[in-house]
C-alpha cells in the first residue's frame, strides 16, 4: 500500500538555528498537508500544497511540494521554543483519506 | 471554531471488554476518520466514513468496528479489548471531497487495556 515516509524522526536544535523535515511518498500524491502536534496535545493542520513544485510561507515556515508530487519538505527559519512539537506530513490517498507520515519531532534547545 | 469532541481523555479497560469510543463534531463535516498513534508509528487510519452509515476500512481495521447512526457521532468499537490495542485514539472530521481546509482533530482518548 502507499507509504509516506518522514526524515529525521527526531531533531535537537538550538534556538535561533534552522530546521527542516523531508516527507517521501512511494506514489505519486495529489496533495499535501502539513500538521503540527505540540506535546501533550492533537495535530493541527498548517496547510496544503496542490500544485506541482508549489511552494508557501507562513512567517517563518515554509513549505514546498517536489516538481514530481512524491516528496514535500517544511523548512523553520530561526526556530523558536514556541515551535517544539511533531511535524507530520500527510499525502491524499484516493478520494477521502489521507495517508500520515511517520512524523519528526522537533526539540529546540533554549 | 470546528469543535470535535471526544467523550473520554483517559481510558483503562480489562482485556476482554467491549469498548466504545464517541467522537462528536458540531460543524456539519461529512467525512470522519478514527486514528491510532503510537510512537515511532505516526497516525495510522482505523477506519472512516464519508456519510451518514457509509464505512470503510483504513489501514489497521483489525479488532475494530465503527458506527456511523448520525453525521455529527461517529463510534469507535473495540469488541473484544487487547493488550496491543493500548494507544493513543484521535477522532477527525473533515469538510466534503478532499478536505482542503485539512482536518480536525479530537483532543485524544488514551486508552490503556491491563
Redesign the interface.
Known amino acids: 500500500g502507499q507509504q509516506v515516509m518522514q526524515i529525521p524522526q527526531y531533531q535537537h536544535v538550538q534556538e535561533g538555528e534552522d530546521f527542516t523535515t523531508y516527507c517521501n511518498s512511494s506514489t505519486t500524491l495529489s496533495n499535501i498537508q502539513w500538521y503540527k502536534q505540540r506535546p501533550g496535545g492533537h495535530p493541527v493542520f498548517l496547510i496544503q500544497l496542490v500544485k506541482s513544485g508549489e511552494v508557501k510561507k507562513q512567517k517563518r515556515l515554509t513549505f514546498q511540494f517536489g516538481e514530481a508530487k512524491k516528496n514535500s519538505s517544511l523548512h523553520i527559519t530561526a526556530t523558536q521554543t514556541t515551535d517544539v512539537g511533531t511535524y507530520f506530513c500527510a499525502g491524499l490517498s484516493g478520494t477521502y483519506k489521507y495517508i500520515f507520515g511517520t512524523g519528526t519531532r522537533l526539540k529546540v534547545l533554549a | 471554531d470546528v469543535k470535535v469532541t471526544q467523550s473520554s481523555r483517559y481510558l483503562v479497560k480489562r482485556t476482554g471488554e467491549k469498548v466504545f469510543l464517541e467522537c462528536v463534531q458540531d460543524m456539519d463535516h461529512e467525512?470522519m476518520?478514527w486514528?491510532r498513534q503510537d510512537p515511532?508509528?505516526?497516525?495510522?487510519?482505523i477506519y472512516?466514513s464519508?456519510d451518514v452509515k457509509m464505512k470503510?476500512k483504513?489501514?489497521i481495521p483489525e479488532g475494530y468496528s465503527v458506527s456511523r447512526e448520525k453525521k455529527e457521532r461517529f463510534s469507535l468499537i473495540l469488541e473484544s479489548a487487547s493488550t496491543n490495542q493500548t494507544s493513543m485514539y484521535?477522532c477527525a472530521s473533515s469538510q466534503s471531497?478532499?478536505?482542503?481546509?485539512?482536518?480536525?482533530?479530537?483532543?485524544?482518548t488514551r486508552l490503556t487495556v491491563v
Open positions: 467525512n476518520f486514528y515511532g508509528l505516526g497516525l495510522r487510519l472512516f464519508y470503510e483504513g489501514d484521535l471531497g478532499q478536505g482542503r481546509n485539512g482536518y480536525t482533530f479530537g483532543s485524544g
